[in-house]
T-cell receptor
Framework: GAGVSQSPSNKVTEKGKDVELRCDPISGHTALYWYRQRLGQGLEFLIY????????KSGLPSDRFSAERTGESVSTLTIQRTQQEDSAVYLC???FGQGVDEQFFGPGTRLTVL | GEDVEQSLFLSVREGDSSVINCTYTDSSSTYLYWYKQEPGAGLQLLTYIFSNMDMKQDQRLTVLLNKKDKHLSLRIADTQTGDSAIYFC?????????????FGRGTSLIVHP
């Protein structure tokens, strides 16, 4: 596809369950980013990948959060034992990782933890 | 405090100019950005400015950069109802050898007739 896609678009889960969010970046983009956007808040940086490596994991809010990227393409963000405070829109973006480094954002996954 | 700060709301009348302000912290940022998020959509890059510039104009958009005060502004001339959106200021902050875009909380621009 031409843009960044994310799935699912909406996810409702029960507290304590694990969820997996997927991001398909633009082909050729070496950098991939995950952000969290809570209602009325800015973008909270979670993690970024350069290729398949994540040099900076300091933004992950707790050890319940993990992410991986394979084939310098698809990335998954996993949240274990979800809590109500995890409810937010999770945004993925990709870029060439250099120069102006414009980020191209996906539409997001809206996660609701009941 | 937050790395990037901006006011949360701005309301203007259609046809007036809008000015959205932002302050940032990292003087080593090479680029500063304005992203736009329309309702129900993802963020899109609206414009950017290189840190050695103090002004950039692109049609109805004017970006002003005051490096001394670490202040960035976005002016939209002849604001239209279609400009209603959330505008995010962003800077690139060095982290672990790379530059990570850091976003403000966003300014909701409301344009009324």
């Amino acid at each position: 596809g031409a843009g960044v896609s994310q799935s699912p678009s909406n996810k409702v889960t029960e507290k304590g369950k694990d969820v997996e969010l997927r991001c398909d970046p633009i082909s050729g983009h070496t950098a991939l980013y995950w952000y969290r956007q809570r209602l009325g808040q800015g973008l909270e940086f979670l993690i970024y990948f350069q290729g398949n490596s994540a040099p900076d994991k300091s933004g992950l809010p707790s050890d319940r959060f993990s992410a991986e990227r394979t084939g310098e393409s698809v990335s998954t963000l996993t949240i274990q034992r979800t809590q109500q405070e995890d409810s937010a829109v999770y945004l993925c973006a990709s870029s060439f990782g250099q120069g102006v480094d414009e980020q191209f954002f996906g539409p997001g996954t809206r996660l609701t933890v009941l | 405090g937050e790395d990037v700060e901006q006011s949360l709301f701005l309301s203007v009348r259609e046809g007036d100019s809008s000015v959205i302000n932002c302050t940032y912290t990292d003087s080593s940022s090479t680029y500063l950005y304005w992203y736009k998020q329309e309702p129900g959509a993802g963020l899109q890059l609206l414009t950017y400015i290189f840190s050695n510039m103090d002004m950039k104009q692109d049609q109805r958009l004017t970006v002003l950069l005051n490096k001394k005060d670490k202040h960035l502004s976005l002016r939209i001339a002849d604001t239209q109802t279609g400009d209603s959106a959330i505008y995010f200021c962003a800077e690139s902050i060095k982290s672990g050898g790379s530059y990570i875009p850091t976003f403000g909380r966003g300014t909701s621009l409301i344009v009324h007739p």
